[in-house]
């Protein structure tokens, strides 16, 4: 399934380095997702932007600041990250944010912060 | 608060022994529940939708089904390929349309 790509699919980083990931969607839809897993606990939702514009920051930490220039591509940018932010970054993306739409998921980043 | 219980949390099967998986939730008003599959390392795989009670889907060896509480996924003579982690997920009507809750997923291991 290639609808949705993440860049880069692994990235290790100090906690005073500056890093970003970079998520794109090639299926024509209007909403894009940023979601953190880690080990052994449920997906957890961090931001949601619908047509280029945030509608929800679930009390996501300041030293994670997303972006979305357009509705085909979604960033992620990291700084000052602490151990405990290590995890699969998952980006996903559905046709509206609502309704019971489906949403689609990449590959994931794979991080670990040193 | 929505709630999102899957069970069991590992599951092993030898190729060909039918097995359920579990999901209960608990929300004011269901918008969807929606099956993945993750295997390690990936990004979740959409499998299904479910919209209602008394729904089902099909899929090869996979059946969704949806009650008022709960949801199961019945793998039917499963393959070592359907060895993956299952996630169950679900829409609140109460919620901000575009959120989902996902539950801490059932592992599945499928010995030839």
């Known amino acids: 399934e290639t609808g949705v790509t993440q860049t880069p699919r692994h990235l290790v980083m100090g906690m005073t380095n500056k890093k970003s990931l970079k998520c794109e969607q090639h299926l024509g839809h209007n909403a894009m997702y940023w979601y953190k897993q880690s080990a052994k606990k449920p997906l957890e939702l961090m931001f949601v932007?619908?047509?280029?514009?945030?509608?929800e920051n679930n009390s996501v930490p300041s030293r994670f600041s997303p972006e979305c220039p357009n509705s085909s591509h979604l960033f992620l940018h990291l700084h000052t990250l602490q151990p405990e932010d290590s995890a699969l970054y998952l980006c996903a993306s559905s046709p509206d944010p609502g309704r019971g739409e489906t949403q689609y998921f990449g590959p994931g980043t794979r991080l670990l912060v040193l | 608060e929505d709630q999102v219980t899957q069970s069991p949390e590992a599951l092993r099967l030898q190729e060909g022994e039918s097995s359920s998986l579990n999901c209960s939730y608990t929300v004011s008003g269901l918008r969807g529940l929606f099956w993945y599959r993750q295997d390690p390392g990936k990004g979740p795989e959409f499998l299904f939708t479910l919209y209602s009670a008394g729904e089902e889907k099909e899929k090869e060896r996979l059946k969704a089904t949806l009650t008022k509480k709960e949801s199961f996924l019945h793998i039917t003579a499963p393959k070592p390929e359907d060895s993956a982690t299952y996630l169950c997920?679900?829409?609140?009507?109460?919620?901000?349309?575009?959120?989902?809750?996902f539950g801490a997923g059932t592992t599945v291991t499928v010995r030839a």
């Open positions: 997920a679900v829409q609140d009507l109460r919620h901000g349309d575009y959120k989902l809750s």
């Open positions: 932007y619908s047509l280029e514009e945030r509608v």
